[in-house]
């Protein structure tokens, strides 16, 4: 998509691409009714200043479009597409990550009662299975804290997705 058809879409519309990078409502609609914005970087530093004043009620309203990490990623809309991209590193997972980060998603899911968010996007599955086993230390209002930030930079990477490849290439220069 370019950032000029994100201009031009209907607000529904609008709103249905902004709700996969995060569906957290109040960001949504303010990231529509912010158009048009002068690049897209200057759209992700809007929406990254709005992102930084998550609560935690915001947290848990985006957390339903989140699978579990490693687990299979069901549906054929955008929100799932782009789990699945994300979670691509899991295909190749050895069986002990596999059964660590599902035993600890459950123990997890048990002690904060919500799925485990990370940005799982240029991670591996050793990586993503460190960062559960630490966080899974965490206080309450830590966690909270550190899941809202992941669930942020998730929402900034899949923004920044969306428009990744419908960049027009740079003219090239008179010789």
Known sequence: MLLTDFHAADDAEAVATVRVWADVPGWVDALVAGRPYASVDALAAYAGDLASAWSP?????????HPRIGAMVSGDGAEAAASRREQGSMASAADDDIAAIAAGN????????????????????????AELERRLANDPDAETIEATRQLAEIALLRLRTTFADATPAEPEAAE
């Open 57 to 65: 009620a915001d947290l848990e309203a985006a957390l339903h479009a």
């Open 106 to 129: 459950a123990a997890y899911e048990q002690r904060f009662g919500r799925v485990f968010l990370i940005r799982a996007a240029g991670r591996t599955p050793g990586e993503m299975r």
